[in-house]
T-cell receptor, first 117, second 114 residues
Framework: SAVISQKPSRDICQRGTSLTIQCQVD?????MFWYRQQPGQSLTLIAT?????????ESGFVIDKFPISRPNLTFSTLTVSNMSPEDSSIYLC??????????????FGPGTRLLVL | AQSVTQPDIHITVSEGASLELRCNYS??????LFWYVQSPGQGLQLLLK??????LVQGIKGFEAEFKRSQSSFNLRKPSVHWSDAAEYFC????????????FGSGTRLLVRP
């Protein structure tokens, strides 16, 4: 499976500011995903980021609030814009298996723990 | 629409005892099913997955799960729990086709008594 890293691992931010989270993979992958895990909750998909195309956002998430970049097959960023305390969550990126019939399998990064004051 | 239900929010077992975590899904076709584990302060680690074939799948750390189509279930089991198994466990269902999205259950927190 792919090795996935995220930066920063955690941050404390002031409301109204923005934070960009980076996700780096050690191999080329087609599918990358961004999830949010609110305190004590399960994971909710924010968007799917494929290289060479615009990110596809899930219901309830918009590009102005969560802009995503996917410049190549090993890297993606998620920005949390104009933050409020309600954005305090763990943000996780995941990647789909790189090939074969098991592309539906996703592997997750360690997450970025965000606290907004 | 796809959905996943994990009916147990918390489960407490004694170390060495057996474990079964429940997962029920709703999906129109044959689902792709996954179990992930999240240790405190960590990301998610894939325990096992079911795509097709043998309905009893083996995973890492001594875990197994059984797919039962008639019951729409994919319960996770371990014959003897270790203290290090204390974590949050998530069941997820995936869709085939172009989206490859995962829908997660609400999670079950496992506590292990010494």
């Amino acid at each position: 499976s792919a090795v996935i890293s995220q930066k920063p691992s955690r941050d404390i931010c002031q409301r109204g500011t923005s934070l960009t989270i980076q996700c780096q993979v050690d191999s080329q992958v087609t599918m990358m995903f961004w999830y949010r895990q609110q305190p004590g909750q399960s994971l909710t998909l924010i968007a799917t980021a494929n290289q060479g195309s615009e990110a596809t956002y899930e219901s309830g998430f918009v590009i102005d609030k969560f802009p995503i970049s996917r410049p190549n097959l090993t890297f993606s960023t998620l920005t949390v814009s104009n933050m409020s305390p309600e954005d305090s969550s763990i943000y996780l990126c995941s990647v789909g298996a790189s090939q074969g019939p098991l592309q539906e399998t996703q592997y997750f990064g360690p997450g970025t723990r965000l606290l907004v004051l | 629409a796809q959905s996943v239900t994990q009916p147990d929010i918390h489960i407490t077992v004694s170390e060495g005892a057996s474990l079964e975590l429940r997962c029920n899904y709703s999906y129109g076709a044959t689902p792709y099913l996954f179990w992930y584990v999240q240790s405190p302060g960590q990301g998610l680690q894939l325990l096992l997955k079911y795509f097709s074939g043998d309905t009893l799948v083996q995973g890492i750390k001594g875990f197994e799960a059984e797919f039962k189509r008639s019951q729409s279930s994919f319960n996770l089991r371990k014959p003897s729990v270790h203290w290090s198994d204390a974590a949050e466990y998530f069941c997820a269902v995936g869709s085939s086709g172009s989206s490859y999205k995962l829908i997660f259950g609400s999670g079950t927190r496992l506590l292990v008594r010494p």
